[in-house]
């Protein structure tokens, strides 16, 4: 079965201020290092398309998506700063759209058999926007944009979210955050010192979703041997309780060892291996449906080669790599204090009661914001 890939051109014209690490060439770089190896003609095309406003306001305030439109129409070849990280140009909206229904594209190919897997390269990326925020580079919740298309309009049920980026994902985790139907994961840089200031362990839902939001926060310099654990020690067994129909990750290459966003120590070898551990719970247990979705990644140097790990291992190509080093003593101790957090709020010793509710009433579950944790 194919793997596919999306992509447009069109992704490259939103552009931020000169220097930005969020920049049209995390896309044409790759596409070109793809082109160049002849690897592109092993992978099927997938054409995106816009989302419509009915797929954005499943996720944001209509509020929101004519606040966006409307900066970009006023941009005229200006910028329009909506925070110190984020700028719209006059075609932000449109490309913005064109993301978030490339990854719905990339969910419904995969949903209806049309490919095995597949990975969406578009931008700009999603996972900080939330219900009537634009914020951290993003504008419209892709992932979330997808998986709520999916719920209504093909009878999708429950999603499972991993999300390997550097940044906690604030908005994903907002939109889902009373919501049993999705059990959202991340892996992140420690959220006390780094962007958005939200990600803690104790933060795992609220109300009938409580239990299904799961952070781990991690320090700089926690690398392959750390995120491989954690997903074979805890990811596996709950992914496994839970039983989803799809998988979806949020790949954002940011904590890559070369990335000086963060300082995290991830390398090719081990965003390879996560998306093999993806792959086989897939396989496992949703008959191979996996969706990849580009969020960060800005070193222009290394990006294409880790894009390259990782697709080809979507493909099924063995990587030669082996994961290095040791765990690191702050890795356990965190696995200590989520599993105690978890326990404390009774939902689990061992593995969450994931798969007790029959059915989930999603017009129930509503997007809340997630404050950062003085604010809570």
Same mark, same amino acid.
């Given at each position: 079965?194919?793997?596919?890939?999306?992509?447009?051109?069109?992704?490259?014209?939103?552009?931020?201020?000169?220097?930005?690490?969020?920049?049209?060439?995390?896309?044409?770089?790759?596409?070109?290092? $793809?082109?160049?190896?002849?690897?592109?003609?092993?992978?099927?095309?997938?054409?995106?398309?816009?989302?419509?406003?009915?797929?954005?306001?499943?996720?944001?305030?209509?509020?929101?998506?004519?606040?966006?439109?409307?900066?970009?129409?006023?941009?005229?070849?200006?910028?329009?700063?909506?925070?110190?990280?984020?700028?719209? %140009?006059?075609?932000?909206?449109?490309?913005?759209?064109? +993301?978030?229904?490339?990854?719905?594209?990339?969910?419904?190919?995969?949903?209806? !058999?049309?490919?095995?897997?597949?990975?969406?390269?578009?931008?700009?990326?999603?996972?900080?926007?939330?219900?009537?925020?634009?914020?951290?580079?993003?504008?419209?919740?892709?992932?979330?944009?997808?998986?709520?298309?999916?719920?209504?309009?093909?009878?999708?049920?429950? #999603?499972?979210?991993?999300?390997?980026?550097?940044?906690?994902?604030?908005?994903?985790?907002?939109?889902?955050?009373?919501?049993?139907?999705?059990?959202?994961?991340?892996?992140?840089?420690?959220?006390?010192?780094?962007?958005?200031?939200?990600? $803690?362990?104790?933060?795992?839902?609220?109300?009938?979703?409580?239990?299904?939001?799961?952070?781990?926060? #991690?320090?700089?310099?926690?690398?392959?041997?750390?995120?491989?654990?954690?997903?074979?020690?805890?990811?596996?067994?709950?992914?496994?309780?839970?039983?989803?129909?799809?998988? #979806?990750?949020?790949?954002?290459?940011? +904590?890559?060892?070369?990335?000086?966003?963060?300082?995290?120590?991830?390398?090719?070898?081990?965003?390879?291996?996560?998306?093999?551990?993806?792959?086989?719970?897939?396989?496992?247990? %949703?008959?191979?449906?996996? #969706?990849?979705?580009?969020? !960060?990644?800005?070193?222009?140097?290394?990006?294409?080669?880790?894009?390259?790990?990782?697709?080809?291992?979507?493909?099924?190509?063995?990587?030669?790599?082996?994961?290095?080093?040791?765990?690191?003593?702050?890795?356990?101790?965190?696995?200590?204090?989520?599993?105690?957090?978890?326990?404390?709020?009774?939902?689990?010793?061992?593995?969450?009661?994931?798969?007790?509710?029959?059915?989930?009433?999603?017009?129930?579950?509503?997007?809340? +914001?997630?404050?950062?944790?003085?604010?809570?």
């Amino acid at each position: 079965m194919a793997t596919g890939l999306v992509y447009h051109d069109d992704y490259l014209k939103h552009k931020q201020v000169e220097h930005h690490p969020e920049c049209p060439q995390r896309l044409q770089y790759t596409m070109e290092y $793809f082109q160049r190896t002849n690897f592109l003609d092993l992978l099927t095309p997938i054409t995106p398309k816009p989302a419509t406003i009915e797929d954005l306001t499943r996720v944001h305030s209509q509020e929101h998506v004519n606040y966006v439109k409307c900066l970009s129409e006023k941009g005229g070849g200006l910028f329009t700063v909506i925070d110190s990280d984020t700028y719209v %140009c006059s075609d932000t909206y449109n490309v913005a759209r064109l +993301s978030a229904g490339g990854v719905i594209e990339a969910g419904r190919a995969v949903w209806q !058999g049309e490919v095995q897997n597949a990975f969406a390269l578009v931008r700009p990326p999603g996972h900080h926007a939330s219900y009537n925020q634009a914020t951290g580079f993003c504008y419209f919740d892709n992932a979330s944009i997808m998986i709520k298309h999916l719920q209504a309009n093909f009878g999708l049920k429950k #999603v499972f979210i991993f999300d390997w980026d550097a940044h906690a994902p604030n908005g994903t985790m907002g939109t889902f955050y009373k919501d049993p139907s999705v059990l959202n994961m991340s892996i992140h840089q420690d959220p006390h010192s780094f962007y958005p200031g939200v990600g $803690f362990v104790e933060q795992i839902g609220e109300g009938p979703g409580k239990g299904y939001t799961i952070n781990f926060p #991690v320090p700089g310099g926690t690398g392959d041997a750390d995120y491989v654990y954690f997903i074979e020690k805890f990811v596996c067994p709950r992914v496994r309780k839970f039983k989803p129909d799809i998988i #979806v990750v949020a790949a954002g290459q940011d +904590s890559h060892i070369s990335d000086r966003v963060s300082q995290l120590k991830v390398t090719d070898a081990g965003f390879a291996k996560m998306t093999k551990m993806m792959m086989d719970l897939a396989h496992e247990l %949703c008959n191979d449906k996996l #969706v990849l979705e580009l969020e !960060g990644g800005y070193n222009l140097n290394s990006l294409p080669m880790t894009h390259y790990a990782i697709t080809s291992t979507l493909m099924g190509m063995k990587q030669q790599a082996d994961i290095e080093g040791e765990v690191l003593p702050t890795t356990h101790e965190t696995l200590t204090k989520l599993e105690d957090t978890l326990r404390a709020a009774t939902i689990w010793h061992d593995a969450p009661e994931y798969g007790e509710a029959k059915d989930v009433d999603l017009k129930d579950s509503k997007a809340c +914001s997630i404050m950062k944790k003085d604010d809570a």
